[in-house]
């Protein structure tokens, strides 16, 4: 069973910075993707940054700037360092993968259980 698990979520003043991770484990072949969404009380689900195991990123148009998505495809890790944040980015987190499990057929997606992030003076 491949499970996504994430960390790095907190409180932090607005201007300050944080940095998620979220590891994705069990019988892997492959992770065609790994992103970062968010969901804000009583919002939509947003896509914040996207990286492909090719090293391709794109990130949503409010985020370019302060925040950066990174990859180690050795450790089947995907990291958003989150700097000068602001209230406005307060939500839940939650990793997503597209991975080739060795139980399937094709790529699918999975999602990690959330982390928090609450950005307030």
Request: proline share 4%; aromatic share 10%.
């Amino acid at each position: 069973q491949v499970q996504l698990v994430e960390s790095g979520g907190g409180f932090v003043q607005p201007g300050g910075s944080l940095r998620l991770s979220c590891k994705a484990s069990g019988r892997i072949l492959d992770i065609v993707a790994m992103a970062w969404y968010r969901q804000a009380p009583g919002k939509q689900r947003e896509l914040v940054a996207r990286v492909t195991s090719g090293g391709s990123v794109n990130y949503a148009d409010s985020e370019k700037g302060r925040f950066t998505i990174s990859r180690d495809n050795a450790k089947n890790t995907v990291y958003l360092q989150m700097n000068d944040l602001k209230p406005e980015d307060t939500a839940v987190y939650y990793c997503n993968a597209v991975i080739f499990a060795a139980t399937s057929i094709a790529p699918s997606p999975y999602w990690g259980q959330g982390t928090q992030v609450t950005v307030s003076s």
